[in-house]
């Protein structure tokens, strides 16, 4: 009882609205009050007392140097989280490598570790070794701690859920999900390395990104994400992740397009993804020559041919009929497709614009804005950034 008391007189008390100071804060490299009363809405007086009692207690300092001069001559205060500067680890899978990088709260990549993406059946245990890099790099660099890894994968994945169970393992099927063990990555993980991990759908991460890197930040947003890798698509609703009840929210790859199409590892007939995939499957066989992937075609529509536009923009045509049906049911503000193809993605958001135009309501065809992202790779970046302050932004 004695001892109940003692740690009781000792405790530094700290509100909820302390913590959700803190861990905004946290992956800055400084922010002011009316920015933290902004992002966790919250009145500026509490935030005000709130970064008061912080600064007592020497948790939050102000920021010094350049910035923070820069900062006062506006009138501006920043703070920052005293003591060791925050880290964040992401491990992405990209163009079919895996890569874990270590960023600044500048959101400034520091390191990169590229490896051959592991066994999809592995799960979590094939992942141990490329977190340990990640660990050991975040030692070498001085004042900095890592404490928390964001796993952005390219596949349905739900906290806590894993990534689905189903999936077909007939001979001869494109490999899909490239996470197919149905396990809590984060707790695996996390136990192994005293870490906090984040595991988050790609297409959501960049989503979140997207929505959170424009000044004036848009609420409701169907993200599409286009590679060799498949299709990755996202649904941003009232400003929340639509994630669903199993990680399947927002997935367009799996939509049947032809009940009587080739059979998907997800098990289902004529999925989108697949007829995307396939478009250029016919041309090839004529011609005897190697299936053209979506690499190639980039590489040749660069080149300015022809034919690669074309079945370009029929990609776009084939994607624009699932997101005419999406937008008239979401009424989103924006479509944004994902650009890492570079100049060759104009073509398919041309061909996504022409189905829009005959299979949604005139009133939603015109006030959709068809974008295409200018934040390329980063996008997956910030929206890493965005994902570990999703909790202290909720309150
Ligand atoms: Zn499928």
């Known amino acids: 009882m004695g001892e109940?008391?003692?740690?009781?007189?000792?405790?530094?008390?700290?509100?909820?609205?302390?913590?959700?100071?803190?861990?905004?804060?946290?992956?800055?490299?400084?922010?002011?009050?009316?920015?933290?009363?902004?992002?966790?809405?919250?009145?500026?007086?509490?935030?005000?007392?709130?970064?008061?009692?912080?600064?007592?207690?020497?948790?939050?300092?102000?920021?010094?140097?350049?910035?923070?001069?820069?900062?006062?001559?506006?009138?501006?205060?920043?703070?920052?989280?005293?003591?060791?500067?925050?880290?964040?680890?992401?491990?992405?899978?990209?163009?079919?490598?895996?890569?874990?990088?270590?960023?600044?709260?500048?959101?400034?990549?520091?390191?990169?570790?590229?490896?051959?993406?592991?066994?999809?059946?592995?799960?979590?245990?094939?992942?141990?070794?490329?977190?340990?890099?990640?660990?050991?790099?975040?030692?070498?660099?001085p004042g900095s701690a890592l404490d928390t890894v964001v796993v952005s994968v390219p596949a349905p994945f739900l906290r806590g859920m894993g990534a689905p169970r189903e999936h077909s393992s007939l001979p001869g099927l494109p490999r899909g999900f490239h996470v197919t063990n149905a396990e809590d990555f984060d707790t695996r993980l996390a136990d192994r390395f005293d870490l906090t991990v984040i595991t988050e759908n790609n297409a959501n991460l960049a989503a979140l990104g997207e929505q959170y890197a424009r000044p004036d930040r848009i609420d409701n947003v169907i993200y599409l994400m286009i590679g060799d890798d498949g299709i990755g698509s996202a649904v941003v609703a009232n400003g929340r992740l639509a994630r669903g009840a199993h990680g399947y929210g927002g997935e367009l790859a799996h939509l049947q397009l032809d009940r009587n199409g080739?059979?998907?590892?997800?098990?289902?007939?004529?999925?989108?993804?697949?007829?995307?995939?396939?478009?250029?499957?016919?041309?090839?066989?004529?011609?005897?020559?190697?299936?053209?992937?979506?690499?190639?075609?980039?590489?040749?529509?660069?080149?300015?041919?022809?034919?690669?536009?074309?079945?370009?923009?029929?990609?776009?045509?084939?994607?624009?009929?699932?997101?005419?049906?999406?937008?008239?049911?979401?009424?989103?503000?924006?479509?944004?497709?994902?650009?890492?193809?570079?100049?060759a993605v104009d073509h398919i958001i041309r061909g996504i614009a022409e189905s829009l135009a005959v299979e949604a309501p005139p009133v939603i065809a015109r006030n959709v804005r068809l974008e295409r992202s200018t934040l390329g790779d980063t996008a997956e970046v910030r929206g890493a950034f965005e994902i570990v302050r999703e909790a202290v932004r909720r309150g």
């Open 262 to 343: 080739p059979l998907c590892h997800c098990g289902g007939r004529g999925c989108l993804w697949m007829a995307v995939r396939d478009l250029s499957l016919p041309y090839s066989e004529t011609a005897g020559t190697d299936p053209v992937d979506l690499t190639g075609l980039t590489r040749l529509s660069d080149a300015h041919d022809p034919g690669a536009h074309r079945l370009l923009a029929d990609i776009g045509r084939m994607l624009g009929r699932p997101l005419g049906h999406l937008s008239t049911f979401l009424d989103p503000e924006a479509i944004i497709v994902d650009a890492t193809l570079g100049e």
């Open 4 to 141: 109940q008391i003692y740690r009781y007189h000792s405790l530094v008390v700290i509100t909820r609205t302390d913590e959700r100071v803190l861990g905004y804060a946290r992956y800055t490299d400084g922010v002011d009050r009316a920015e933290l009363a902004r992002a966790l809405d919250l009145p500026r007086p509490t935030v005000v007392s709130s970064v008061g009692r912080l600064m007592t207690q020497g948790r939050l300092v102000a920021v010094d140097g350049e910035r923070g001069r820069a900062a006062r001559g506006r009138g501006r205060h920043l703070v920052r989280v005293s003591g060791a500067a925050a880290l964040l680890g992401l491990l992405a899978w990209r163009h079919g490598r895996l890569t874990a990088s270590l960023y600044d709260v500048r959101r400034e990549r520091l390191i990169g570790i590229d490896r051959d993406p592991p066994d999809p059946r592995s799960g979590a245990e094939g992942l141990m070794e490329v977190v340990d890099a990640l660990v050991r790099a975040a030692a070498t660099i």
